[in-house]
T-cell receptor
Framework: DAGVIQSPRHEVTEMGQEVTLRCKPISGHNSLFWYRQTMMRGLELLIYFNNNVPIDDSGMPEDRFSAKMPNASFSTLKIQPSEPRDSAVYFC????????????FGSGTRLTVV | AQTVTQSQPEMSVQEAETVTLSCTYDTSENNYYLFWYKQPPSRQMILVIRQEAYKQQNATENRFSVNFQKAAKSFSLKISDSQLGDTAMYFCAFMKPDYGGSQGNLIFGKGTKLSVKP
């Protein structure tokens, strides 16, 4: 398996622009997670899905953030409009239903909003 | 709410030596899982080792082992025969399984930056 695939690896955008981050989870994994990593706050869970259904989005910072999972093999995280404080590394991860064996992370997308 | 604390922001060790990274956590749960993840400069988050709270035996993966003290809520990582490739951020993480049918949330500590020196 190719692992969890995220794109793009780097994204630089201007304040106010829409940004879409993409993720392909490992085939057969039931759960998908979006995390954000910053120096100040560390790794924070933004949202997670079970069987394509959003379960907990309490970590989504504002209405500017939205996430979708239209099918088992694809998810997006969208920021509209983007702001400089959204600059961070965004990770997607997936796991089997229980998560007992840990999550498999993608390589992350480094987002810079200027 | 569960919290995970890593009290050592940075550590260094000489190549071939042994180093121990500390982690403590706070929970009222009896059953849970603990993990150590490694994040090298490449940014990839890599699972190093996992521990099930109901197992008393400490987990071991090659040069990596843990000292799990459930009563003290402590979960330290020992790296033996340190190698240059072990240089990375190390994150301790806690997960409480949700038996209600949804997924447990993996909660991370702030990390320890480990440098292995030649």
């Amino acid at each position: 398996d190719a692992g969890v695939i995220q794109s793009p690896r780097h994204e630089v955008t201007e304040m106010g622009q829409e940004v879409t981050l993409r993720c392909k989870p490992i085939s057969g994994h039931n759960s998908l997670f979006w995390y954000r990593q910053t120096m100040m706050r560390g790794l924070e869970l933004l949202i997670y899905f079970n069987n394509n259904v959003p379960i907990d989005d309490s970590g989504m910072p504002e209405d500017r953030f939205s996430a979708k999972m239209p099918n088992a093999s694809f998810s997006t995280l969208k920021i509209q409009p983007s702001e400089p404080r959204d600059s961070a590394v965004y990770f997607c991860a997936s796991s089997y239903y229980s998560g007992a064996y840990g999550y498999t992370f993608g390589s992350g997308t480094r987002l810079t909003v200027v | 709410a569960q919290t995970v604390t890593q009290s050592q922001p940075e550590m260094s060790v000489q190549e071939a030596e042994t180093v121990t990274l500390s982690c403590t956590y706070d929970t009222s749960e009896n059953n849970y899982y603990l993990f150590w993840y490694k994040q090298p400069p490449s940014r990839q988050m890599i699972l190093v080792i996992r521990q099930e709270a109901y197992k008393q035996q400490n987990a071991t993966e090659n040069r990596f082992s843990v000292n799990f003290q459930k009563a003290a809520k402590s979960f330290s990582l020992k790296i033996s025969d340190s190698q240059l490739g072990d240089t990375a951020m190390y994150f301790c993480a806690f997960m409480k399984p949700d038996y209600g049918g949804s997924q447990g949330n993996l909660i991370f500590g702030k990390g320890t930056k480990l440098s292995v020196k030649p």
